[in-house]
T-cell receptor, first 114, second 115 residues
Framework: DGGITQSPKYLFRKEGQNVTLSCEQN?????MYWYRQDPGQGLRLIYY???????QKGDIAEGYSVSREKKESFPLTVTSAQKNPTAFYLC?????????????FGEGSRLTVL | GENVEQHPSTLSVQEGDSAVIKCTYS??????FPWYKQELGKRPQLIID?????GEKKDQRIAVTLNKTAKHFSLHITETQPEDSAVYFC??????????????FGDGTTLTVKP
């Protein structure tokens, strides 16, 4: 069953701790994205990667880091430098060109800082 | 960069009525406008999209219209049903295919359909 798998679904963190959110896809998509979603706001782009071993900052990259060692995997680390990390995080991917721009999303990970 | 504004932020309708959600965008180079539906706690899913060479597109009870001159596009849902209750996001996508995934999203509209 093809798709994007995010884990964990729920995560609690103490202040000062780094946490890593997993995103795995078996769609053979090259480009992958991380978005942050806050109540009453749209999705904001954190980081994206168009190919393996390459990634670019999005609009709100401060306090986050990523890696793209494999095509299938694009983990996001929320570092202690992120001042307000409590949010819903969505991973997405997009098919190879030519594509319409439609994003395929995972189920999301909800991070709560205690 | 692109800026997308979406209105209203909340919308409540009676079952069977129509619902209209409007978005404006700022970058005239944007050429792809998707609409995503997100049910509570779930992933956003594409429900309909339109390209800038088309003025209107329909899919059963859902339609999207685009006014490229005025830089606005709208989602129309007819004969609403309780299962239409969700958050709806509009987005605008840049012309460059290398940036195809860098959609700019509106803030979302929470639609409630009352039985």
């Amino acid at each position: 069953d093809g798709g994007i798998t995010q884990s964990p679904k729920y995560l609690f963190r103490k202040e000062g701790q780094n946490v890593t959110l997993s995103c795995e896809q078996n769609l053979n998509h090259d480009a992958m994205y991380w978005y942050r979603q806050d109540p009453g706001q749209g999705l904001r782009l954190i980081y994206y990667s168009q190919i393996v071993n390459d990634f670019q900052k999005g609009d709100i990259a401060e306090g986050y880091s990523v890696s793209r060692e494999k095509k299938e995997s694009f983990p996001l680390t929320v570092t202690s430098a992120q001042k307000n990390p409590t949010a819903f995080y969505l991973c997405a991917s997009i098919p190879p060109s030519p594509n319409t721009g439609e994003l395929f999303f995972g189920e999301g990970s909800r991070l709560t800082v205690l | 960069g692109e800026n997308v504004e979406q209105h209203p932020s909340t919308l409540s309708v009676q079952e069977g009525d129509s619902a209209v959600i409007k978005c404006t965008y700022s970058d005239s180079a944007s050429n792809y406008f998707p609409w995503y539906k997100q049910e509570l706690g779930k992933r956003p899913q594409l429900i309909i999209d339109i390209r800038s060479n088309v003025g209107e597109k329909k899919d059963q009870r859902i339609a999207v219209t685009l006014n490229k001159t005025a830089k606005h596009f709208s989602l129309h849902i007819t004969e609403t049903q309780p299962e239409d209750s969700a958050v709806y996001f509009c987005a605008a996508n840049p012309r460059m295919v290398t940036n195809a995934g860098k959609s700019t999203f509106g803030d979302g509209t929470t639609l409630t359909v009352k039985p």
